[in-house]
């Protein structure tokens, strides 16, 4: 078994050796153990489970409550030449049917599934005519109420546990806690896990913390004395890009990046800092999920994150080659204060989190009683416009209730525009006459894209506008013209986010809003961003401090983080001027001596006496004249 991973790895992914724990991890899950793989970022999850998948017969379940990672994946596996599918919120039921046929005729050896989607019946009835290898958990800490990022519908994958009772799960996270940890392995109902870790440390990375108020101005001065590729986190989409021209003015090439982008921009964006055209990203924390980016030499918080996981996580995206770099936390006097405010913002007041519910269900339309399973389009802008709220505390309110399974927000759904034949190739020659640009369309349709007439596949209208030297709207017309004439089905590209009603609308004065919620999650936020503002103002190694935080006791401090480089710089600058002190006493007595007398008569390695030496004779305490040492009179 070790050759044939060893074969499949190489003919996918061109590498001829596993980087650390993976191997560990592939073969205990081909042996069939329930597995827990707890490794850093950058620490290259997703072959652990996507080499045994291949090694095994039928299609691989992966969840993950990530759309945008979720596609990513997909999209590498199948640029490997490997099928792979999805099923996530905003598909229609005509696509899922279609991923759900592929998947029981054993097309696909790999199907990414939202954890929403677990509960449907359609999902349920199809699961039961699958050949499913093996359950993956990506992401896994959602499960656990005592994780930073608890999702509830993470619960729902114990029951599939139960309809699957003999196929092993592979759980991956790169931040748990031990107690999150133990919460996994029982929430998945594992039965004797094999538990496998790497090690958090990450010796190569440098943890920084810069204190001041003029943080932009710091940037600019960290950038400019640390070479290389560079990742700038923020908080807010408005301070991407003012932080991005400010770089550019400066002389720095640098883009920015946030969620509400389109997804051209996006993949241009990351494409031009990937290939080293623009040195340095600014972003949000919707990058860097997926990225897999060597080279990144620094990376840099100008707002503290909320908790260690998050901190970890994203200064991870450093160093990932194994080279110098560095992490760096900007930390102003007004951060504590902000840190602590976010706290009471994520946590509005109950009532207005009851009368937020009230308001999106009249909002999208759901009646008392009615809704169950039901999802609608949902305007955030246009909500809060409507009723006159904040959008950070409506967004937390919304939070609140789907983490007590009231409703569930699906933020940003944003889906490309998709196409699926529905006529045979040889139908196709008995087509009634199409004007000449529909026409032209459907033969560049089929020159662009391959698979068409299995699966419904991803467009760009804009490639099909540049390569007939059409407009936008023509492609549009001409699209659904070939829709309504059944020769294709084409599904527009759609970005709304939505909510969706797992359960009937009850009235707002009867939600319950479980103490674990709510008060057990404030109390647990409010312990995190403690301890962030722990470690921003700590005197100890910080990398030690992380680590602690993971339940991991480090070896040694770390030799390498600001608060390390001090002590070790204020301990040379002692071990100096103790060699100074002897050398001016020694010259009192001796009034003046050789070098090699000097060095003879201190009880010091020569090498640090006559390091000292040289420097008091360019400061003056001390003169040579080419043989002897001398005390200078005026020193």
């Keep these: 078994m070790r050759q044939k991973i060893h074969d499949i790895l190489h003919q996918y992914w061109g590498y001829d050796t596993f980087r650390p724990l993976q191997e560990d991890i592939i073969l205990s899950v081909l042996s069939g153990r329930d597995t827990l793989g707890l490794m850093a970022t950058g620490g290259g999850k997703s072959l652990t489970f996507q080499v045994p998948a291949m090694a095994m017969e039928g299609v691989c379940i992966v969840i993950t409550p990530l759309i945008a990672l979720m596609k990513d ?35 696909y050896k790999f199907l990414y599934v939202s954890p929403e989607r677990l509960s449907t019946d359609m999902f349920q009835h199809r699961l039961q005519e699958m050949q499913v290898s093996l359950i993956v958990v990506d992401e896994a800490h959602c499960i656990s109420q005592w994780g930073y990022d608890f999702r509830p519908s993470y619960l729902r994958i114990a029951a599939l546990r139960e309809q699957l009772p003999d196929v092993p799960v592979l759980a991956l996270t790169a931040s748990a806690t031990p107690v999150v940890a133990n919460d996994i392995c029982d929430k998945l109902q594992m039965r004797n896990p094999n538990r496998l870790r790497l090690t958090f440390a990450r010796p190569n990375i440098s943890y920084v913390v810069r204190q001041g108020e003029n943080k932009v101005q710091q940037l600019i001065h960290i950038a400019e004395r640390v070479p290389g590729c560079a990742i700038v986190y923020v908080r807010s989409r408005k301070r991407t890009q003012e ?48 990225i897999d980016k060597p080279d ?33 936390l900007l930390y102003g006097k007004s951060d504590k204060a902000t840190l602590r405010k976010r706290v009471t913002e994520s946590f509005p007041d109950k009532d207005f989190i009851r ?25 955030l802008n246009q909500f809060c416009q409507t009723f006159n709220t904040q959008t950070t505390q409506t967004l937390s309110a919304l939070e609140i209730l789907t983490q007590a399974g009231a409703l569930e927000f699906i933020e940003e759904n944003d889906s490309l525009s998709r196409v699926m034949m529905e006529m045979r190739r040889d139908e196709l020659y008995d087509l009634p006459d199409l004007d000449d640009t529909t026409d032209r369309l459907l ?44 020769v294709l089905h084409y599904i527009p590209r759609r970005r709304t986010p939505y909510i969706y009603m797992p359960v009937r609308r009850v009235e707002g004065k009867y939600i319950v809003i479980p103490h674990s919620v709510y008060e057990e999650r404030k109390e647990r936020m409010s312990e995190r961003v403690e301890y962030m503002i722990d470690y921003a103002n700590a005197q100890s ?95």
Aim: net charge neutral; proline share 2%; glycine share 6%.
């Design 73 to 107: 994946q997909v999209d590498n596996l199948r640029n490997r030449r490997i099928k792979a599918a999805m099923i996530a919120q905003g598909m229609t039921r005509r696509e899922r049917n279609v991923v759900f046929e592929n998947c029981i005729n054993g097309a």
């Design 243 to 290: 932080i991005s021209t400010e770089l550019q003015q400066a002389g720095f090439t640098a883009t920015f990046y946030h969620a509400g982008l389109s997804p051209e921009e996006k993949n241009d964006r990351q494409r031009r800092w990937s290939e080293g055209e623009v040195r340095i990203m600014v972003a949000t924390n919707a990058f860097g999920m997926g």
């Design 296 to 328: 990144v030499r620094l990376v840099i918080h100008v707002d503290i994150p909320n908790s260690p996981e998050e901190y970890y996580q994203e200064a991870g995206r450093a160093g990932r080659d194994g080279k110098r770099s560095y992490a760096v």
């Design 355 to 379: 009368q937020t519910y009230e308001r999106a269900c009249n909002f999208i339309g759901i009646a008392v009683g009615e809704g169950a399973e039901q999802m609608r389009e949902f305007s």
């Design 443 to 486: 033969q560049c349709l089929l020159r662009s894209y391959t698979g068409l007439f299995a699966d419904y596949v991803l467009i760009h209208e804009e490639l099909l506008q540049y390569r007939l030297g059409v407009d936008a709207q023509t492609v549009y017309e001409s699209l659904l013209k070939l829709s309504r004439m059944h």
């Design 541 to 635: 190694c910080r990398a030690s401090m992380l680590l602690r935080y993971f339940g991991e006791e480090p070896a040694a401090d770390c030799d390498t983080c600001d608060n390390c480089r001090a002590r070790r710089t204020s301990h040379s600058q002692e071990r100096e001027d103790g060699v100074r002190v002897a050398i001016e006493r020694l010259l009192d007595r001796h009034k003046c001596l050789s070098i090699a007398q000097v060095v003879s008569l201190i009880h010091y390695p020569k090498e640090e006496v006559t390091d000292a030496l040289r420097r008091m004779i360019d400061e003056g305490i001390v003169s040579f004249d080419g043989v002897k040492v001398t005390r200078c009179e005026y020193s």
